[in-house]
Every structure is written in structure tokens, then in C-alpha cells.
């Protein structure tokens, strides 16, 4: 009997255990429950990201060679800041364009919200190569729109957009610009539209409300979509490779190339690091300046 009772008494002494230590360490359920992602992440981030940076130095043996080749060569300094360049412009043009849809769908009707949350979704559901092959039928020199400008006689000729910065800056503009928009709209829908008309109300005109009152209250929406658009531009290849042309190739290009074409891995490896550097440095200024982690949420230290 006694066996028997402490057979059936041990699962009530484990979930006991149990209990006390999720009580006296609380951070232990959190490590379990995050557990199976953080292996994930390991082994398909990770890892990868550090073979990734010991092939940059240990190809075929220990050596910086590949780094003095980066900094030396003036054309892969120049491919770097055309990267960071586009990078930014996109940042700003999607910014541009956005701030206006995610709030006419922060204000409108649930029905016609909806409508235009389909349209912005949309895209998603077509890859990135077809809407790239789009814009190129559409901007090429006999596409619809240098048609429409000959026709109405605003152009002599056809202008060439395709191998051009404009181009893909165009390309990059449309493929992010719901990147831009989703994190817009679910901030502004938490900002409560009596607080522009009380602006008002106290005398503030529209532009003067919206710079004091809504901007600072839908900034972490502003910087939030800026920093998504702004790494995903960083390592854009399809539309670059596709609109660009040979004196605009960004760094996902050049590494392309040189794994592909040339089989420099360490080569390689080494521009994908000084990109990823270069990458975290900017965040950790931006983080310096605005204080990302008082933005969303986070305790500052």
C-alpha cells in the first residue's frame, strides 16, 4: 500500500515542485515556453550567420585579405553607399506615400477599411519576380507608359527608366510600399481622432495639429515601418538586378556575383559582414539619438 500510495503521491509532489519553482524562478516558464523557438532561430540563424563570419576570415586559411580587398577597392565602397542611398530613398518615398493611406484607413468605415486593407494586402499574394517583370513591361521604351506620354505629346521620344536608378527606385518603392503601410495603420488605429478635433478646438490649424498632436503620437508606427523597409531595401537583389543597371548594382548584387559567378565564398562572406556591421551600427546610432527602445515600450537602462 505504501508503494501504491507513493506511486499515486508522486505526480501531486511533481506538479507541487512544480509550482514552487515557477513561483520562486518565473523566468523559467518564460525559457521553456521560448524554448523551442531560440532552437530554431539557432540552428537556421544563428549557426548559419556565424559560418557566415569565420568563412570571411578562414578562407582558405585565417587571413583579412578579404576585408583589405572591400576597403581598397573604391568600386565596392561606392556599391555599399548606392546601397544605403537607394535604401534610404525608398525609406522616404514609401514613408511619403504611406503616411496618408494608413490614415484615411485608420479613419475610414469598417466596410471600405476592410476593402482597402484587401488592396493593400494583396500584393503579397504575388511574387516579387512578376510585379518586377510588370513594372518592366510597363516603363520599358515601347511600355504604356512612355505610349501614353508620346501620344499626348509630352515627350518627343521614349524616356528610358529601365537600367536606371529611377527604375528601380520605382520597383522598390511599390514592392515595400505595404511594409510601410501595415505598421502605420496599427498605430494610428489606436489614436483616438477626438484629440485632433480638440486640437482644433483650442485653435490649433490642421498642419499645426498634425505636427504636435498626431505625428509624435504615430511615431513609433513612422519608425517602426522605416526600419522594416529600410533592412529589407539593404538586401533587395530580383528588382535591382532587373531595373537596374550595371553602374547601380547594390551589395546583394556583388554578392551574388561573387558566389555564382566566381566562387568567392570568403570574398563573399566578407561583404555580407561589412553589411551587416554597417547595419547594425546605423541602428545603434538611430537607437542613440531617438531612443527606440522609450519608443516602443522598452526600459531604458
Not at 84 to 101: D, E, I, K, Q, S
Not at 124 to 141: C, E, K, P, Q
Not at 143 to 169: D, S, W, Y
Given at each position: 500500500m505504501s508503494n501504491g500510495g507513493a506511486v499515486y503521491a508522486a505526480p501531486g509532489g511533481a506538479r507541487r515542485l512544480a509550482a514552487r519553482v515557477r513561483q520562486r524562478y518565473p523566468e523559467v516558464q518564460s525559457v521553456l515556453v521560448l524554448a523551442p523557438a531560440l532552437v530554431l532561430l539557432t540552428l537556421l540563424y544563428l549557426l548559419p550567420l556565424a559560418q557566415m563570419l569565420l568563412r570571411s576570415i578562414l578562407d582558405p586559411e585565417f587571413t583579412l585579405e578579404h576585408y583589405q580587398h572591400f576597403f581598397t577597392e573604391a568600386v565596392?565602397?561606392?556599391?555599399?553607399?548606392?546601397?544605403?542611398?537607394?535604401?534610404?530613398?525608398?525609406?522616404?518615398?514609401?514613408?511619403?506615400?504611406?503616411?496618408?493611406?494608413?490614415?484615411?484607413?485608420?479613419?475610414?468605415?469598417?466596410?471600405?477599411?476592410?476593402?482597402?486593407?484587401?488592396?493593400?494586402?494583396?500584393?503579397?499574394?504575388?511574387?516579387?519576380?512578376?510585379?518586377?517583370?510588370?513594372?518592366?513591361?510597363?516603363?520599358?521604351?515601347?511600355?504604356?507608359?512612355?505610349?501614353?506620354?508620346?501620344?499626348?505629346?509630352?515627350?518627343?521620344?521614349?524616356?528610358?527608366?529601365?537600367?536606371?536608378?529611377?527604375?528601380?527606385?520605382?520597383?522598390?518603392?511599390?514592392?515595400?510600399?505595404?511594409?510601410?503601410?501595415?505598421?502605420?495603420?496599427?498605430?494610428?488605429?489606436?489614436?483616438?481622432?477626438?484629440?485632433?478635433?480638440?486640437?482644433s478646438s483650442l485653435g490649433a490649424g490642421t498642419w499645426s495639429a498634425l505636427r504636435h498632436v498626431y505625428l509624435p503620437l504615430a511615431m513609433p508606427g513612422i519608425v517602426a515601418g522605416s526600419i522594416l523597409v529600410f533592412i529589407i531595401s539593404l538586401g533587395f537583389y530580383i528588382t535591382p538586378a532587373l531595373l537596374g543597371g550595371p553602374r547601380d548594382q547594390m551589395v546583394a548584387m556583388v554578392i551574388a556575383g561573387q558566389v555564382q559567378t566566381l566562387l568567392n565564398w570568403g570574398f563573399a562572406a566578407a561583404i555580407s559582414a561589412v553589411l551587416l556591421g554597417t547595419t547594425l551600427v546605423l541602428f545603434a546610432v538611430c537607437n542613440r539619438l531617438v531612443g527606440l527602445d522609450q519608443m516602443f515600450g522598452g526600459i531604458s537602462r
Open positions: 565596392y565602397l561606392r556599391v555599399l553607399g548606392v546601397t544605403f542611398r537607394m535604401a534610404l530613398a525608398v525609406t522616404v518615398l514609401t514613408l511619403l506615400l504611406g503616411f496618408p493611406v494608413a490614415y484615411v484607413l485608420s479613419t475610414a468605415r469598417p466596410r471600405w477599411r476592410n476593402i482597402m486593407l484587401l488592396a493593400v494586402i494583396l500584393p503579397f499574394w504575388i511574387s516579387i519576380l512578376v510585379r518586377t517583370y510588370a513594372w518592366m513591361v510597363l516603363l520599358g521604351r515601347s511600355g504604356v507608359v512612355n505610349e501614353t506620354l508620346l501620344r499626348l505629346g509630352l515627350v518627343t521620344e521614349p524616356i528610358k527608366v529601365i537600367n536606371t536608378q529611377a527604375g528601380v527606385l520605382i520597383g522598390m518603392t511599390h514592392i515595400l510600399l505595404p511594409y510601410m503601410i501595415l505598421p502605420l495603420y496599427s498605430v494610428m488605429r489606436g489614436i483616438d481622432p477626438r484629440l485632433m478635433q480638440a486640437a
